[in-house]
């Protein structure tokens, strides 16, 4: 079963960092893109941060650039997202994704989804 695991969530005070870590089951994932998605309540998912299957290809919104980095070690099939300088706004449910072709900013390309950690960030 594919399965993607999120952790790291919880609460934080503005200007704080955190970092999220996603673990995914299926070895095969490391020639997948990964991803991060946000929703808030009453909003749609939105894309974070995504990076292709070796590393080389990183995109991040615009509303986190320059705040967020994401990573991965294959070695160890997890995915990093740090963020730092953290807002109120960047309160949300963060979804970690993967994906079998190039990294997306459209959630409906992703095929696969872990279940969510939620990021609260305190002003």
């Known amino acids: 079963q594919v399965q993607l695991v999120e952790s790291g969530g919880g609460l934080v005070e503005a200007g704080g960092s955190r970092r999220l870590s996603c673990v995914y089951s299926v070895r095969a994932f490391v020639t997948y893109a990964t991803g991060w998605f946000r929703q808030a309540p009453g909003n749609e998912r939105e894309f974070v941060a995504a990076?292709?299957?070796?590393?080389?290809?990183?995109y991040y919104a615009d509303s986190v650039k320059g705040r967020f980095t994401i990573s991965r070690v294959n070695a160890k099939n997890t995915v990093y997202l740090q963020m730092d300088s953290l807002k109120p706004e960047d309160t949300a449910v963060y979804y970690c994704?993967?994906?079998?072709?190039?990294?997306?900013?459209?959630?409906?390309?992703?095929?696969?989804w872990g279940q969510g950690t939620q990021v609260t960030v305190s002003s």
């Open positions: 990076l292709g299957w070796d590393g080389s290809d990183t």
């Open positions: 994704a993967a994906r079998g072709g190039p990294p997306d900013s459209m959630a409906e390309e992703w095929s696969y």
